[in-house]
């Protein structure tokens, strides 16, 4: 795996990290914890977009698409965004996407 194909994992585990830090200073009833949370989810859609195919093929059990459409609905309707569905994908996505992202940064090859 080149560099150029590393960053796009490695900024997704950056902003996963970013989340976990939002939701120590509080929930996301606090606005400011809410849009934190919502611009690292942004991050992360823009990430996995700058993958490639062949890349996320290996992780077919992560909805790949569904995650770069969550970013455009996110940036483009924003007024429009559930918590709960915020709440839901940094409980239950978030972490099998973190997973999957270290999984590939671990395959052989991916130094």
């Known amino acids: 795996m080149s560099r150029f194909d590393r960053q796009p994992l490695e ?10 830090e939002h939701v120590k200073r509080g929930n996301l009833s606090d606005g400011l914890v809410f849009d934190a949370v919502r611009v690292r989810l942004i991050e992360i859609g823009e990430a996995v977009k700058a993958l490639p195919t062949d890349l ?13 459409q969550m970013r455009d609905r996110l940036a483009h309707r924003y007024f429009d965004t559930s918590h709960a569905i915020i709440a839901a994908t940094i409980e239950r996505d978030v972490p099998e996407l973190e997973s999957a992202v270290r ?6 090859g991916a130094g």
């Open 56 to 68: 996320v093929e290996t992780q077919p059990d992560i909805p790949w698409n569904q995650i770069a």
């Open 11 to 20: 900024d997704i585990l950056a902003a996963i990290d970013a989340i976990r």
């Open 103 to 108: 999984q590939l940064l671990d395959r052989p």
